[in-house]
């Protein structure tokens, strides 16, 4: 009787030990596989944060060097064209170089050309690139707009009314040729033609406060 009833006790303890040992391990795999996931999702929150911050600075590395670059420009310089062409005159960021490529004091009625860019203006050609193109044509305005009209046509230009709430002319933008795509505005100077034209999207921003500027002898 006693044998039996110390074989029933050790089957009650050897039942409770592995009931304890499952449980154990039990809560073991559930305790190592909730750590895993918390890892896991710390190291997704970690990541997001340091995206997150990362992308910020970025912005704000952006938005000072733009900032920099809109402080550099300042004062404004002044182009002064010559006086037998209108005069015209503007103002341009002080950053920008200007090359005025045509000499008109023998007269003659050569059309007038001058170019901007920043800092060094580059060898004057067909494919250079340029922030800023002037060119006084003398040309009455209908004639200088017809020597777009093939191009307006095909649709490698379009075509627009520009006015800057005195004057009006036409805004033409999209390909000039091969390599130079850009905005030009083409504005009537008596019997010459004005065109102010800049090549590519990079300096659309400062053409446009250019254009608020521009004066010339009506």
């Known amino acids: 009787m006693r044998r039996t009833l110390e074989k029933g006790a050790v089957s009650g303890s050897l039942f409770a030990i592995i009931a304890l040992v499952l449980l154990v391990i039990v809560f073991g795999s559930f305790s190592i596989w909730a750590y895993m996931n918390y890892m896991d999702q710390k190291n997704n ?19 000072l060097e733009k900032k920099f670059l809109a402080e550099e420009k300042k004062p404004l310089r002044v182009f002064a064209g010559p006086a037998d062409y209108g005069r015209l005159t503007f103002s341009y960021p002080k950053t920008w170089s200007a090359f005025q490529a045509t000499d008109v004091s023998g007269g003659g009625g ?30 009455i ?4 707009l017809e020597a777009y009209a093939g191009q307006i046509k095909k649709g490698d230009l379009k075509s ?8 009006t002319g036409t805004r033409l933008e999209g390909n000039f040729n091969n390599d130079i795509r850009g ?17 590519g999207d990079v300096f659309k921003e400062d053409f446009e406060a250019i254009l608020k500027t ?3 002898n009506e």
């Not at 929150?45 to 938005?63: I, M, P, Q, Y």
């Not at 305005?141 to 200088?144: H, L, N, T, V």
């Open 160 to 167: 627009s009314v520009y006015s800057d709430g005195t004057r």
């Open 183 to 199: 905005t030009a505005v083409l504005l009537k100077m008596r019997d010459r033609t004005l065109t102010l034209r800049t090549d």
């Open 110 to 139: 050569v059309t007038y050309d001058a170019y901007l860019n920043p800092i060094l203006v580059p060898p004057v050609n067909k494919t250079t690139k340029f922030a800023l193109r002037i060119t006084i044509e003398q040309k």
């Open 214 to 216: 521009v004066k010339f």
């Open 45 to 63: 929150v970690d990541t997001k944060v340091a995206d997150a911050t990362a992308a910020a600075v970025l912005k704000n590395s952006e938005e």
């Open 141 to 144: 305005y209908d004639k200088a």
